[in-house]
């Protein structure tokens, strides 16, 4: 039986505590899930292991120059992201409980908007089993893709065939 590759979690998070706490929890609330989380400090270590690992998953904090004042932004992070794969799935935290930044994270492609109050893990936990949910329906789409491919050529070769058959025969007679 083919073992599956792990589900690539990044987290980018300046708050190492903050990040450790995050992870502990994810893995204890995935505990039966084949996953793999990296975290980063800033958007730019991220995005250098980026093409390496391939994350399906990103959790991203907006205000990631608190720690490291020449960081980029979430929103710039997040734009690079998107850039590199449109179809990476990124939750986007915030201490800001403000409309206008959870627009504008969703206005450049952030999956989810997650507000750093006492219950930030069990919503960050809620999203992610949604996102897992997202990409196991896209992957039994590419399934059924593939087999209905698979099925049109067999039938064409078929019907291709049968029409050699026929026509064979009486260009020889």
Same mark, same amino acid.
Do not use: Q
């Given at each position: *039986? ?12 300046? =708050?190492?505590?903050? $990040? ?12 039966? *899930? @084949?996953? %793999?989380? @990296? #975290? ?10 980026? &093409? ?12 990631? =120059?608190?720690?490291? $004042? ?18 990476? =799935? ?17 206005? @450049?492609?952030? #999956? ?10 069990? %919503?960050?936990?809620? #999203?992610?089993? &949604? ?7 896209? &992957? ?6 593939? *087999? ?9 070769? *078929? ?8 026509i064979i025969p009486e260009l020889i007679n």
């Amino acid at each position: *039986m083919k073992k599956s590759n792990p589900t690539s979690i990044f987290i980018i998070e300046d =708050n190492k505590l903050f $990040t450790l706490a995050l992870k502990a929890d994810i893995e204890n609330t995935f505990k039966n *899930m @084949h996953i %793999k989380i @990296h #975290s980063f400090e800033t958007g730019e270590t991220c995005m250098e292991k980026f &093409n390496d690992i391939k994350p399906e998953i990103i959790i991203l904090d907006y205000h990631l =120059n608190g720690r490291y $004042t020449d960081a980029a932004d979430g929103i710039k992070v997040l734009d690079w992201i998107k850039k590199e794969n449109c179809d990476t =799935n990124v939750i986007m935290l915030s201490a800001d409980d403000n409309l206008d930044i959870a627009l504008k994270s969703f206005k @450049h492609g952030a #999956s989810d908007y997650v507000v750093k109050t006492e219950t930030k893990f069990r %919503k960050i936990n809620y #999203s992610l089993s &949604n996102i897992f949910k997202i990409i196991a329906a896209k &992957n039994e789409a590419k399934k059924y893709k593939l *087999m209905l491919n698979a099925l049109f050529i067999i039938i064409g070769t *078929m019907i291709g065939g049968i029409i050699v058959y026929r026509i064979i025969p009486e260009l020889i007679n």
